[in-house]
């Protein structure tokens, strides 16, 4: 018997300051998204790891027992004194590393023959880091899919390829969960702030497993493609559009994108496959920023793109954007607030992320190179909503911390001038949407 711990999602009581900013984005995310996209199956709380899932198929295939817990109930095991079993795995993201290190503890306590590993996106770009940090592991497991199985299998498996992702393995129905999914990982391109570009790359399925995950889930219900391109390529977007398309589905779909991949034929074919949102990172709107940081999609060409997007189609366009990259000074983000000001006014675009930069210990990467100084290695705090973890030449914490908080009002205060109310709680609210996401997701127990 084998435990898979999945520990890539958890709650994070956030800053109260914070918080009302992420309910007024809520509140407007759940009124425009109903007037664009219509009525949706209810946005779920529950989250599962696809990698980790994917991992439990194959063990389980190969004949091997596989419980597959969430963190929380891994607590409420050890807390009634069941005994773990030969091997706990546990898949994390830089965040909880520690907390897994301290279960991992109890776990050896109760049982001192138990091999805990630890992996994860976190351990492929940062694992000898982590082993000298937390020697509690008796492994770390570097790679994905049918090697990571065979490691924490401590055996080699019949790779029985091309099958279903065994959704029947997840604690809950799979309808109970926000659904994501992919077609390829790693991705083409390697802006210096993002670990996508260093991982492998390889096809998982051409649609995503839409032709099962259809057969389980309600008409119109949220699934989400987050391949760093989809399909990796221009021809492969082309191909998983087709694939998907095939599947005849009726479930609302959306997906990340690299917006100087896109062209008129490709966003419909993106349409007519069932995309109805298109997630794009612009990151900021400064040149020099952009290109310092690796970016090689300059914003006038990422506008450009905006304008492509919304003369083909009528997709949902949500932009990533990231406050604090390695170069940022108050006058470059006052500029960056104010294109999506403009972006909002033209009806360019109909949300805006925005998230804190977070220097990620990955191997071969100098911070200090970079003009990052690190001020915290408690790695409890590498999340995109915790207070900095850096401060640059330019700016110190605490006016990083405000820079990100001011980013937040000041988008939110756009979003909402750009759909004519001037108060957030004018905006209609949209029951069963994302209220309760909110309140699960950002308000630790
Ligand atoms: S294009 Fe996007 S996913 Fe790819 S490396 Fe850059 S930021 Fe990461």
Redesign the pocket.
């Known amino acids: 018997m084998i435990w898979l711990v999945d520990y890539t999602h958890y709650e994070k009581e956030i800053d109260k300051e914070l918080l009302e900013c992420k309910r007024d984005y809520f509140r407007i995310k759940s009124y425009k998204r109903y007037n664009i996209i219509g009525k949706t199956a209810p946005v779920k709380t529950k989250v599962y790891s696809t990698g980790l899932l994917r991992i439990a198929t194959l063990l389980s295939r190969s004949g091997i027992e596989v419980r597959y817990l969430h963190y929380y109930m891994l607590e409420e095991l050890l807390e009634q004194g069941a005994t773990p079993p030969e091997v706990v795995a546990f898949s994390c993201v830089c965040p909880t590393v520690p907390m897994c290190a301290e279960l991992a503890e109890r776990i050896k306590s109760l049982s001192p023959g138990t091999k805990v590993l630890l992996g994860g996106v976190h351990v492929n770009v940062a694992e000898e880091e982590t082993r000298l940090r937390y020697p509690i592991f008796d492994r770390l497991i570097v790679g994905y899919e049918l090697e990571a199985a065979e490691k924490i299998a401590g055996r080699r498996l019949n790779n029985q390829g091309e099958g279903y992702v065994d959704y029947s393995l997840l604690p809950y129905h799979i309808s109970d969960y926000a659904i994501n999914t992919f077609t390829n990982m790693g991705?083409p391109?390697?802006?210096k702030y993002?670990v996508?570009?260093l991982a492998p790359h390889f096809t998982a399925s051409e649609n995503g497993q839409l032709d099962r995950l259809k057969q389980l889930l309600p008409s119109r219900n949220l699934v989400h493609f987050f391949d760093?391109?989809l399909g990796y390529s221009k021809e492969g977007i082309a191909r998983v559009c087709r694939a998907i398309e095939s599947c005849n589905h009726d479930l609302i779909l959306s997906c990340d994108m690299?917006a100087d991949i896109l062209t008129p034929e490709l966003v419909r074919a993106l349409y007519k496959a069932g995309f109805r949102e298109i997630r794009l990172?612009m990151e900021s709107s400064n040149e020099e920023l952009l290109s310092g940081n690796g970016?090689t999609l300059s914003f006038s060409t990422f506008r450009g793109q905006l304008e492509l997007i919304r003369e083909s189609s009528d997709m949902y366009v949500t932009l990533y954007t990231i406050t604090g990259l390695p170069g940022t000074t108050p006058t470059i983000q006052q500029a960056t607030l104010e294109e999506c000001d403009r972006l909002f006014s033209l009806g360019l675009v109909d949300e805006i992320k925005n998230a804190l930069y977070v220097p990620y210990p990955m191997k071969n990467v100098n911070y200090a190179e970079r003009g990052i100084q690190i001020t915290s290695t408690d790695w409890r705090g590498y999340d995109r909503q915790s207070y900095p973890v850096y401060r640059t030449p330019e700016m110190s914490e605490d006016e990083l911390w405000r820079m990100y908080i001011d980013t937040a009002r000041t988008i939110n205060n756009s979003w909402l001038k750009s759909i004519g109310y001037s108060r957030f709680t004018d905006v209609p609210e949209i029951p069963d949407y994302y209220s309760e996401y909110v309140e699960a997701k950002y308000m630790k127990k």
């Open positions: 991705c391109f390697s802006c993002c996508d570009g760093s391109v690299r990172g970016r």
